[in-house]
C-alpha cells in the first residue's frame, strides 16, 4: 500500500473519532481544505481514470475502483464542459493534476450528462452515473480514503440542467410539480446519505436560467415551457433544502441562485464581457460568447461564475 494510501486511512480513522458528536459550524471558506463534488456536466472535471468527456472516476459500467486508483488520478486540464476549466475548478484553484496537491482538495463525481435518478428519467447513456449513483460511488469506494472533517469540508450539489431539459417533451408527466417532487425525494435521500457518512457541510445550487441557451431562447414556446420547469424545479428544491435543514440539525446549508446569476448576466451582457448571448461559438477561443454550444457557457462564464460563487462563501447566509 502506498504511503499516500496509508496517510489517508490514518488521517480517516483519526477523523471518525473526532466526529462523534455532530455540531453544526461556522463557515469559513478559507479554513476549508476538501471540497467533494455531485452533479452533471456543468461539474464534471475530467480525470486520467475517467470516462472521456465524461468523468473523473469510473462509469456506471466501470462503477468500482481501488483505493491506488482513486488517489493515483489525475485532473486533465480544460478538459470539461467549456472550451477550458469550470467553475469549481477555478472556485477550489484545484486545475490540472492530483487532487492531492491543491491548497483545496477537488474529488469531484460529477459525471457529465446525469440526471437526479436513473429510475425517473432515461439515462443519457449505458455508462452515465445519476446523482444518487454517484452518491453511492463515493460512499462505497472513496468515502473511506479522503478525509472530510466537518469544519474543513464543503460538499457542492448542482443537478437538474439535464432533468429540466430531458422532460421538455415528455408527454407521459401531467403533474410536474409532482415529478418534482418525487425527483427531490431521491435527491435527498442521496444528500442525506452523504451527510450521514460525513459530508455535513452543503452548497446547494439550483438550475441556471436554460430558457436563455442557444436550443431553446429562439423558440417562445418551448422557451416558456423551459422556463416553468425551471420555476417549479427550482421551488420545489427551495422547499426541500428547508425540509432537510429542519431534520438535520449539525447541517450547514448554503444555497446559491444560480438562475438569478444567470439572468443578471444575460441582461447585462456588455458589463460582462459579452457579445453574444444568443448564439454560441464551439471553437478554441469563443472571445465574446456566453455560451460554447447549445446548452454550455464558455469559460469565461465559470470563471465570473466562481468569482460570485466565493463572493457568497465568503460571506454566506446559513440556511436556518
Not at 477555478?90 to 486545475?95: E, K, Y
Request: hydrophobic share 40%; proline share 5%.
Amino acid at each position: 500500500m502506498p504511503p499516500s494510501t496509508l496517510l489517508y486511512a490514518a488521517l480517516t480513522a483519526l477523523l471518525g473519532v473526532a466526529s462523534a458528536v455532530h455540531k453544526p459550524h461556522a463557515f469559513d471558506w478559507d479554513s476549508i481544505r476538501y471540497v467533494y463534488a455531485f452533479g452533471d456536466s456543468y461539474t464534471f472535471v475530467q480525470g486520467t481514470a475517467g470516462h472521456a468527456n465524461f468523468s473523473f472516476i469510473g462509469d456506471a459500467l466501470h462503477f468500482s475502483f481501488t483505493v491506488e486508483q482513486l488517489l493515483n488520478n489525475q485532473i486533465i486540464p480544460k478538459n470539461t464542459s467549456s472550451e477550458g476549466s469550470n467553475w469549481i475548478e477555478f472556485l477550489t484553484g484545484c486545475l490540472e493534476g492530483s487532487p492531492l496537491d491543491c491548497k483545496k482538495e477537488l474529488w469531484n463525481f460529477a459525471f457529465a450528462g446525469s440526471d437526479i435518478d436513473g429510475a425517473l428519467l432515461p439515462l443519457h447513456h449505458d455508462f452515465t452515473i445519476p446523482l444518487t449513483n454517484q452518491v453511492t460511488q463515493w460512499l462505497t469506494y472513496a468515502s473511506k480514503f479522503i478525509p472530510h472533517p466537518a469544519s474543513e469540508t464543503l460538499t457542492a450539489w448542482w443537478i437538474g440542467i439535464n432533468d429540466t431539459g430531458d422532460t421538455l417533451g415528455n408527454a407521459s408527466i401531467t403533474d410536474f410539480k409532482a415529478f418534482w417532487a418525487t425527483e427531490m425525494s431521491s435527491y435527498f435521500k442521496a444528500v442525506q446519505m452523504a451527510h450521514d457518512n460525513g459530508l455535513r457541510t452543503h452548497l446547494f445550487i439550483n438550475v441556471p436560467a436554460e430558457d436563455r441557451s442557444p436550443s431553446i431562447v429562439g423558440d417562445p414556446t418551448k422557451s416558456a415551457t423551459m422556463k416553468a420547469h425551471l420555476l417549479g424545479f427550482n421551488t420545489i428544491l427551495d422547499q426541500h433544502i428547508s425540509a432537510f435543514k429542519a431534520t438535520n440539525a449539525d447541517a450547514t446549508i448554503m444555497t446559491f441562485d444560480s438562475n438569478a446569476w444567470f439572468n443578471k448576466v444575460l441582461d447585462s451582457p456588455l458589463q460582462h464581457g459579452f457579445t453574444n448571448i444568443t448564439g454560441f461559438c464551439t471553437c478554441a477561443e469563443p472571445a465574446g460568447f456566453f455560451w460554447y454550444n447549445a446548452g454550455h457557457p464558455t469559460e469565461r462564464v465559470h470563471r465570473l461564475l466562481a468569482k460570485a460563487i466565493e463572493a457568497e462563501l465568503r460571506n454566506p447566509t446559513i440556511c436556518e
